[in-house]
């Protein structure tokens, strides 16, 4: 059987009917005066989830991350966490945690004392305290760092800190605002695998918030798309970048081509797109928009060769350009193709081996062309 | 060239306050010290010895063979004077507490505000200061008199029905300094506040803290030194205190800003009064020494 992308463990709750969700957000609206941040947004979320509320700044994402911690009230709506309404119950009494964007780790405490606070405040014995505070410092390795105050710290011992000190009460849900925003890409990327290992290891639910796509597709179980206050699309990172379920999904995620046209005749399970300029597109897709009407296919630049002869398929899916770009990436190279009518197409091949004879130059008459699979057929 | 002139501008804009320290410090330090090594003379000016600066060095020194620590020893024979002091830094603590305990709220308040309106909050802190000081501590007379503005108020809501007796008491010196000093206080603790973090306070929120216990293991420790600021720019100038106990204290009350006045111009003993000052100068040096410590401290704590 065929499936949308790689599949990185056998863990979907949300498929399963009989599970219950561990968060749900029910029509959640949140006002500022006269801004509304959240828009009647509904969504659940399962235990042991790694979960990302993925959108551009003030989409709302980070207002959703605040209502779970607490720190703002719906204006309307419930969010329910284990079977329990949160509305009225203030930051103090909820059973998740929050590592800040700012990572807000206290500068006049030293790093043992910043993860041992919350515990400190919940009256633990001083033994229990140390143990666990030992047992943070070595899950972020920073044993050697436990007496040193906070600006003593480099960005990424601070940001294990700020972990550390989140996770030091075991809540049942974690809650990171934009966790590596602030570290260097490299660093990031490291960081990337080592949260998801955390989450793991640690079997706890996590709640991501991001402007980052590399970052919510690298971590998350599911991603939700957001804009202006509302959820696009919930959906497997593979979902949401091979089947994005609109045009805002398909271009807010990765690069992506979009052929406009007509839709033709009823062609079984494909859906056929006439006057796009030129050449006549057949994609497969599980629906069929009204024949007549306009529509859209998506295609990423991963998906369409670029070659000198025309394919066997041609002129379906198939068109002539001139090559306008070429960018070299080292793992792939990424062309823009001309096309006549002075659209430009974005195409990437892999450089799997090292040396290319007669390589494709600048200005060079070639086919674009891409198979009846490669592309989603997009609803508006 | 320009690098010499750069060199010489950043050596003069080191040199300059250290040269007002000099000048306006050091100097009359010197000579107020001089001073109280002198005796008091009916002369003019009224101590011996006076230098001759035409009789040479060997003159100078031959005069200045007649200083002595008299005075000093005398301050302490005299319990007057220990009183006095002792007195002074009670009333200047009590004061800096009280003070303390206005201005935090005030200050708190302020940095909560909406940051359109901050400016405006800061400008009525100073306010006052746009009218005479001598002029404010008189107006505290005509609240405080038993048929003052006070007394008239709360008899006339029948809160009291005798005249409470405020002025010439220690009350009204407190009161009197806390008005006078409230934004030497407010300012410094508005600063450390204001510049604050806010998800700071949310963190302990969010790691269990209720707003109180948040306040108190998080803002108020980060405000310590804006805390610690504020009581020494009050605390400092009460110790020395002369207007407001002399208008609003009673005739018992001592303090030494009070007796180093009387020294000074009833007595016209200058040098038992350069005495007086010197001890009260040493006494001050201890907490801005305390103070330069915990702003160092603040400092390499870096935020």
């Known amino acids: 059987m065929k499936s949308l ?123 229990d305290i140390a143990a666990r505070v030992a047992q943070m410092l070595k899950l972020v390795k920073l044993e050697k760092f436990s007496q040193r105050k906070p600006h003593q710290l480099s960005g ?36 990337q695998f080592e949260l998801m290992d955390l989450q793991q290891e640690l079997g706890l639910t996590f709640v991501v918030v991001t402007h980052d796509q590399e970052e919510a597709m690298t971590m998350a179980d599911r991603i939700a798309v957001m804009s202006h206050g509302k959820v696009i699309q919930v959906a497997t990172p593979a979902e949401i970048y091979e089947a994005p379920n609109s045009r805002f999904v398909a271009d807010f995620i990765g690069d992506v081509n979009i052929f406009e046209g007509a839709v033709g005749g009823a062609d079984g399970g494909y859906v056929r797109l006439e006057g796009t300029n030129g050449f006549p597109i057949r ?35 198939a068109v002539q350009g001139e090559i306008w770009d070429i960018g070299y990436l080292g793992d792939m190279t990424v062309f823009h193709v001309r096309l006549k009518d002075g659209r430009v197409i974005k195409a990437s091949s892999l450089n799997a081996v090292r040396a290319v004879e007669d390589p494709l130059g600048y200005d060079q008459e070639v086919w674009i062309s891409f198979g009846e699979d490669a592309g989603v057929v997009l609803k508006d | ?80 004077y220990f009183n006095a002091y002792v007195s002074s830094v009670i009333i200047a603590a009590v004061s800096t507490v009280l003070t303390l305990l206005i201005a935090y709220p005030v200050a708190y308040g302020m940095a909560k505000a909406p940051k359109t309106i901050r400016p405006t909050l800061l400008m009525l802190v100073i306010l006052p200061f746009w009218t005479s000081f001598l002029i404010r501590v008189y107006a505290w007379i005509a609240i405080l008199k038993p048929e003052g503005l006070l007394n008239q108020f709360l008899m006339s809501i029948n809160v009291i029905d005798q005249p409470l007796i405020i002025l010439n008491t220690n009350w009204a010196i407190y009161i009197g300094i806390v008005y006078s000093y409230l934004p030497f206080m407010v300012l410094p603790i508005y600063s450390s506040l204001e510049k604050m973090d806010h998800t700071l306070t949310e963190a302990a929120l969010d790691l269990g803290c209720t707003p109180f216990t948040a306040f108190w293991r998080v803002t108020f420790p980060l405000s310590l030194a804006g805390v610690v600021a504020g009581c020494l720019l009050v605390f400092i100038p009460a110790v020395g205190e002369f207007v407001i106990p002399d208008l609003l204290g009673g005739s018992e009350t001592l303090m030494i800003g009070k007796t180093l006045w009387n020294e000074f111009n009833a007595n016209r003993d200058w040098p038992v009064s350069s005495a007086v000052a010197t001890i009260l100068l040493l006494i001050l040096v201890l907490p801005i020494v305390y103070f330069q410590n915990a702003q160092a401290k603040a400092d390499s704590e870096g935020k």
């Open chain 1, 5 to 127: 992308g790689s599949i990185r463990r056998s863990f979907a709750p949300w498929a399963d009917p009989a599970s219950k969700p561990f968060i749900s957000v029910k029509n959640v609206t949140k006002r500022f005066g006269d801004f509304t941040a959240v828009d009647d947004l509904s969504l659940d979320i399962y235990t042991r989830e790694f979960f990302a509320l993925l959108g551009a700044s003030g989409c709302g994402k980070s207002t959703l991350l605040r209502m779970l911690a607490g720190f703002e009230q719906p204006t309307s709506g419930e969010i329910i966490l284990d079977g329990q309404s949160l509305a009225g119950i203030p930051p103090y009494r909820r059973p998740v945690n929050m590592m800040f964007q700012s990572y807000a780790l206290f500068p006049h405490m030293t790093v043992e004392n910043n993860i041992a606070f919350g515990l400190k405040q919940d009256g633990m014995p001083k033994a």
């Open chain 1, 283 to 317: 994609m497969a897709s599980p629906e069929r928009p009204a024949t007549g009407g306009k529509s859209a296919v998506a295609v990423r630049p991963e998906k369409i060769r670029v070659s000198r002869q025309p394919p066997a398929h041609a002129p379906v899916n």
């Open chain 1, 156 to 191: 990424g011992q601070r940001q294990r800190v700020a972990l550390a000190r989140s996770l030091a009460k075991r809540p049942k849900v974690l809650l990171l605002d934009e966790p590596l925003g602030a570290l260097d890409k490299k660093l990031r990327e490291e960081t």
């Open chain 2, 1 to 80: 060239m320009t690098r010499v002139a750069s060199a010489l501008f950043s050596r003069l804009v080191i040199i300059i306050p250290y040269a007002w320290l000099l000048f306006f410090f050091l100097i009359p330090f010197f000579i107020v010290f001089r001073i109280s090594l002198s005796q008091t003379a009916v002369a003019m000016p009224p101590y011996t010895p006076v230098f001759d600066l035409f009789g040479g060095l060997s003159g100078i020194l031959e005069k200045a063979r007649e200083f002595s620590f008299d005075n000093y020893v005398w301050l302490t024979e005299d319990v007057l």
